[in-house]
């Protein structure tokens, strides 16, 4: 049952912005780096650093945090130590230490979502569609940063990023001070070995690769999607909008998902989430000229993202007991967005060059579906 002291506003605003600064990153740090003349191979290799951070850090993370007084503890001091990382972007002048601020902060950075989502969860007990309010309001961020960044980058060099997301690093730091934890504090420990031998159990496994090939498919989107366009002749504020319209669209899914849900099984959602995001990236590779087909492109982020990550909490919630759903949380995001990520972010910095755009796009539609693939395959039908 739901805590009765859910912090519904602290928590949202948390989210609000933690994706903001997602928001500066997703959107305007391929830029920023090309900004800072890094090539599109070394932009694919400073994109990867930030998933091969996610490999091991919140599990590391999620192991560590057994020695904070409480997860609350442990994102304050990772919040604190973010943005003290981050502060030396101003001196990384070379390829080297650009990626030694981006490994360095992503260390810190991944250690809190995992726990805010593992704590957001407990607070909102059984009614998961609090959690689907809550989070929505990270989309809300997400979007007006994304909108706002755009504007203000057609006046203003994209090299004043960082200001802003440094801006960004110490309001979360601040409301983290602002949170409760949970009434039931840490969960009782699971038995030792019990969280491997889950892993190691077919639907768990079947779950991770269908989330490492999503990641895939996103690596040229989340790495070139800026820079794609501004070949194209799109301007700063016509690519915050095309970014701010995927997530619009994710905004209202998140809302509506809760009544959604019930029309399939989860194992549908997923593969019909996956084959319209091969058709998203089919779009983007072919029709990038064609606004209508951009803008409808942009509207399958409801699935590519929304629909995904909503049956992802279910799947966690449900392959794995509560003791160990900070852990399978950090799994989540390590072996997904960290795993696929980083190799989504480095093969299409690796081929951009020779293969171009448009047929890296393509590859990123074969990853979608071999994922699709898996998940119709690998999921039971009966699992909710």
Sequence with gaps: MMSSALPFKRLSFFYALYFALLGCIAPYWGLFL??????????????????????LAPNLWAYWSRYFRT????????????????????????????AAVMILYGFFWAAMLPQYEAMTLQHCGTQADIYGRIRMWGSIGFVLVVLGAGYLFEWISVGWLPLLMLSLMALIGINSLTLP???????????????????????????????????????????????????????????????????IAE?????????????????????????????????IGSLVDFWGWLLLAQLGHAFSFAAMHAVSMRYIQHLFPRPLQGRAQAMYSSVGFGIGGALGAWLSGSLWLSLGGSQVFFLATLAALLGAFVAWKGLDEKEC
């Design 71 to 98: 997860p609350m503890q442990m994102v304050r001091w990772a919040g604190m130590l973010t943005m003290l990382c981050f502060s030396l972007i101003w001196w990384a002048d070379s390829f080297v230490s650009m």
């Design 181 to 247: 934890e949970p009434a039931e504090g840490h969960p009782q420990p699971a038995p030792s070995g019990q969280f491997l031998n889950l892993l190691k159990s077919r639907p768990v496994q079947v779950f991770i690769l269908m989330n490492i090939l999503l990641q895939i498919s996103h690596g040229p989107y989340y790495t070139f999607f800026s820079i794609y366009l501004e070949n194209h002749g799109y301007k700063p504020a016509e690519i915050g909008l095309l970014w701010s319209l995927g997530v």
């Design 251 to 283: 905004v209202f899914l998140f809302w509506k998902f809760h009544r959604l849900v019930s029309f399939f099984s989860w194992r549908t959602w997923v593969v019909l989430s996956l084959l319209i995001t091969a058709v998203r990236w089919t779009l």
């Design 34 to 55: 090309q900004n800072r003349s890094f090539n599109p191979e070394q932009i694919g290799q400073l994109m990867a650093c930030f998933g091969l951070v996610r490999i």
